[in-house]
């Protein structure tokens, strides 16, 4: 059983000058990005570069024709070296460029995960929630299937995981919001995973500990704290990334899959509306083990007992992002029956990670009590 997988070398940079000076880019170079990252940042330096804007092709996470299209382009660059410097999106489809011949996703999905790496991947994330740069799976939106799923391929870890907390000052505080949740679900479902492992859990552990330090910190001191937390929120994003890399998510992600493919919802944003809603039919199902490990040390941390966990957990999260019911984003009664289909067929490979199994009557039952 692996331990513990970390695969890129991890570096750290304070400034993007300092990140530019170690890595040198040069005219063999493709760097992924966004023109309101990339313009302030990098580009006043001059870089012989070539550069793909991702909001060109289209806005919100990726989808296949999104990076069909970019695949297609950068095909004609030639370049040997992708480095990718934006948030999950960004970063998830500089993954599929490092493995991709120029041909469609399709296509590497029929061949995943016996895919080849055929160019050098440097991943620097300018959002604190994904830890994509330590993972080896891309999620994307596959429109002609109605639902999201993951690429996996060990080709597709990054050589180079690179961060640099100067490129999250401009980051808007729903962004943050958004995806430092969700880099607490990373960590929760890792550590409750019956793949987690003493390495994993340490991560996991540890990140969502500083997470919720931190959420306690914006409540109490106001928004204008955001700044000098930044680093530590960073810094937990790649802890929680490391600890689901090796250990796994599990029923959250998976149940927030149908519901952001077809109403569009941001990654993080679908976790949360998810999140307490397993746990607390977890814990209906098993009372003991990891998720009693689990719920004394949020109870620690979040001042309460272990019976008002998830309350506790949901209020402070509310404050910096409010929950919205499924029916809130336009779910139907009808889409609960079709997301849990989609779950159970379609998204085995996180379902597996569930603390415990979960049928299909359960996750209507989930469904039904967050709809």
Known sequence: MVELLIRPTLHRFETCLDFVKEFHPGERDLVLTNKYIYEPYLGQMGLPVHTIYQEEYGAGEPTDVMVDAILADA???GCTRVIAIGGGTVLDIAKILAVSSGKGVDTLFDRAPAL?????????????????????????ARTRLGT????????????????????????????FAASSIDA???????????RATPYTKLFGYKAIEMILHGY????????????????????????A?????????????????????????????????????????????RQDGEIAVMNEFLARLLGCGTQAVYDRLEELLNQLLPKRSLHEYGVTRQDLRDFTHSVITGQVRLMDNSFVPLDETRVLKIYTELF
């Open 148 to 175: 999201k799923l993951g690429l996996v391929s060990p080709a597709m870890y990054a050589d180079h995981a690179v961060l640099i907390p100067q490129l999250l000052e401009g980051l808007p505080f729903g962004v």
């Open 116 to 140: 080849d790496k055929r160019r050098e991947l440097v991943l620097v994330p300018t959002t604190c929630g994904t830890g994509s740069e330590v993972t080896n799976l891309s999620i994307i």
């Open 241 to 285: 990334g490391i600890a689901f890399g090796t250990a796994g998510c599990a029923a959250v992600h998976a149940m927030s899959y149908p519901l952001g493919g077809k109403y569009h919802v941001a990654h993080g944003e679908s976790n949360y509306a998810m999140f307490t809603g397993v746990l607390k039919n977890y814990l209906e199902l």
């Open 75 to 77: 095909a004609r660059m």
């Open 184 to 194: 607490l679900v990373h960590a929760v479902e890792s550590s409750l995973s019956p």
């Open 216 to 239: 306690q910190r914006l409540v109490s001191e106001g928004r204008e704290a955001l700044h000098i937390l930044l680093d530590d929120f960073l810094v937990a994003s790649n802890f």
